[in-house]
């Protein structure tokens, strides 16, 4: 999964996605670029809404990445 930050979002709004992420199991790595920041999400998925984690203030869109069988 990746989540895109808006680029307005603040380092409390960054927070706020990490601590939801590490309360659902998950790693992370963040990329931060000129105008964006964009975190990859490793582990399992499959118990996070993506809602509710669009609807998390600074997050501006995420895509998540089909597992191979």
């Not at 930050?5 to 992370?28: G, I, P, R, S, Y």
């Not at 105008?35 to 990859?40: E, F, P, V």
């Amino acid at each position: 999964m990746l989540v895109i930050m808006k680029k307005k979002a603040t380092e409390e709004n960054l927070e706020q996605v990490k601590q939801f992420l590490v309360e659902h199991d998950c790693d992370f790595h963040q990329s931060t670029g000129a105008d964006r920041i964009i975190i990859g999400v490793v582990g399992d998925t499959s118990s996070i809404s993506s809602q509710q984690l669009v609807d998390l203030p600074g997050v501006l869109d995420l895509y998540k990445i089909p597992a191979e069988d």
